[in-house]
Every structure is written in C-alpha cells, then in structure tokens.
C-alpha cells in the first residue's frame, strides 16, 4: 500500500511538471510569434499597400471597359501603364517647376529666418518656442521624425515593393484568392469566399473616398493659391493632392513646403498661405470627407483616428496610410467572425425558448 501511494504521487509530480513544461512551451511560442509578427508587420503593411494598389488598377481597367467595351486585358494594360506613365510625368514637372523655387529659397531663406528669430525673441512666448527648436529639443524632434519616416527597406526601396506587388496581383488575382480559400476548411469556403468579397468592396469604398478627397483639395488649393498670386501654385496643390493620402497629417505636412515658398514672397504671403492651407483642410477633412466615407464606408471617427495614432506608432508613415483600410479589414473580420454568430447564437437560442 506504502509502494503504490508513493507511485501515484511520483505520478502527480510528473504530470505536474509535465503541465508546467507545457506551460513554458506555450508561453515561448506565443512570444517567439509576436516577435516574428512584430518583425513582419512591416512587410505585411506593403503586402496590403500592394493588394490596394491592384484595388486602384483593377478599379480603372474596369471603368476604360465599361466606356470603351475593350476586352479585359487590353484594359487593365492601359489602366496599368497609364497610371505609370502619368505618375512619372507629374513627378518630373514638379520637379523642375519647385527646382527654381527652391534654388531661390536657398538664397532668401537664411535671411527670412534670421529676421523670423529676431521677431521672436521680443516676445516671451517667441522666446520659448525658439528654446523648444535649439539644442536637446531640436535634436529629439529630428530624430523622432525621421523614426516615423523610416521604412524597412527606405522609401524608394517600399515604393519599388509595392509597385511590384501590385502589378503582381493586378496581373493574376485569381491566384492568389484562390491560395488564400485554399487554406479554409471546405465547409467554410463560401463564407471565406463571401468575406473576400466584402473586404474587396470596403477596400475599394475607401480607395474612392480617398481619390474624390485629393481631387477636391487639389481643386481647392490649386484655386485659392493661383487668386493669391502665388508662385507654382499648381504644383504645391498637387503635391498636397498627393500627400491626403496620409490622413490628417498629409495636408499639415504639405503646407510645409508652401508657406517657405510664399516666405520668398512676403511674409503676409506666407500667413495668407498657411491660412488657406488650414482652412482647405479643415474644409475636406471635418465637412466633405467624412460625408464621402459614410457613403462609400462607414467607420466610426474616433475608431479611425484611434487606429492612426497606433499605427503611427507601431509603423510609421506607412502605418498612417494603411490604418483605416486596415481598420476596414478588421471591421469585417469582427463583423462576419464575431457579431454574425453571436447574433446567430442568441436566435437559436431563442427559438428553442419559444418552442418551448
């Protein structure tokens, strides 16, 4: 009796160290999996800038067939190449066009400064703000962002990702769709299927809010600054066109360039500039661009704007782009994974109470 209660408590002692072992493992492999994602998460960022992009192509090839009746490919090749073409274009015109505006304000800069400095320092409220910009402070602000602009491989080297992940998907979406249901059980094919599809019409509800978006604020500025008389007003409207597709912040970033441009003017050109540059985009991004989004997709502001500022964080600039058709995605997943079968759930539930 001695011997066989000493073995069941060897026993107890094994499968509780057994259990502790176990609990180890879990616990390794679940951090060695956040660590590989985390490491990841970056690239899987420009996987989904590269399946928007396919979005954008797919969205234009569609659109030349409709108005057009080419077949399929010939579309999709002038929706492709077009969009190069046309992108390679504006960059090279803006950038000749800002070249001599910026030669100019390499010469009239340092003096608009020194006179801006001398300005604030008769003020005590100057002489705090020109403290914040010296020393330490200057240096921890440059070097925050150029933490929020580092990419993984460097900006040319994403776009160079992106592109190419792009047109891989434009060419053969197919292929890749049809892995992705690979990977789903047969009995959930229809559904994953079904989700697919629903994440494919919020991506390009949002892609579309976004172009109207950078269209209008183009229109906008391009118009206020030409009444203005300011110089390369095209092109600063253009590149502010370009930069909405950082939310928020895009707008802001690109008033950047033309309020030191208009300080080579004036500098009441400069304040008229900066006026209209917040006023544009407190115009679009508080009255138009949420209308737009409630009509092409419905997210909440506050979970958009809680989203920008995580993936800010997490990621950077690019975290910024893709947080809210990030947040899309995930407002499906939740919606068809999560609240469908709890709502699903509670109507059985109450079914069985009435037969009952």
Do not use: C
Not at 7 to 34: D, F, P, R
Not at 335 to 356: G, P, R
């Amino acid at each position: 009796m001695a011997t066989n209660k000493n073995q069941s408590q060897e026993k107890a002692t094994l499968s509780y160290t057994e259990k502790v072992w176990q609990t180890v493992g879990i616990v390794a492999l679940l951090v060695v999996t956040i660590l590989i994602v985390r490491v990841a998460f970056d690239i899987l960022l420009m996987v989904l800038a590269g399946s928007l992009m396919a979005v954008y192509f797919h969205g234009l090839g569609d659109a030349i067939q409709r108005r057009t009746k080419l077949k399929r490919m010939p579309a999709m090749l002038i929706s492709t190449i077009g969009t190069l073409i046309l992108l390679g274009t504006l960059f090279w015109f803006m950038g000749t066009k800002i070249q001599q505006q910026v030669a100019e304000l390499s010469n009239t800069l340092p003096h608009t400064i020194n006179n801006a400095k001398a300005k604030l320092s008769q003020t005590a409220a100057g002489q705090k703000v020109l403290e914040s910009l010296s020393g330490d402070n200057s240096q921890k602000l440059m070097s925050t962002v150029q933490g929020f602009f580092s990419t993984t491989f460097g900006v040319l080297g994403d776009m160079y990702v992106i592109l190419f992940l792009g047109i891989f998907f434009t060419s053969n979406p197919s292929l890749y769709k049809d892995g992705i249901l690979i990977l789903v059980p047969r009995s959930k094919k229809a559904i994953g299927k079904h989700i697919m599809d629903r994440i494919s019409l919020s991506l390009k509800g949002w892609l579309k809010g976004t172009l109207f978006s950078m269209l209008l604020i183009t229109i906008l500025l391009g118009t206020a600054l030409s009444i203005v008389g300011m110089p390369v007003a095209l092109i600063l409207a253009l590149i502010t066109g370009l930069l909405e597709i950082v939310p928020s912040l895009g707008s802001f970033i690109a008033m950047i360039p033309g309020v030191l441009l208009a300080l080579t003017v004036s500098t009441n050109m400069a304040i008229l500039v900066a006026i209209i540059y917040i006023v544009a985009q407190t115009i679009v991004a508080n009255i138009i661009t949420p209308l737009i989004q409630k009509k092409m997709i419905n997210l909440p502001p506050a979970l958009t704007l809680i989203s920008q500022l995580i993936m800010g964080t997490a990621s950077g600039a690019l975290g910024v782009i893709l947080a809210v058709p990030l947040l899309a995605i995930l407002i499906v997943l939740v919606d068809e994974l999560y609240v469908k079968k709890i709502a699903h759930n509670d109507d059985v539930e109450l079914d069985k109470k009435l037969l009952d």
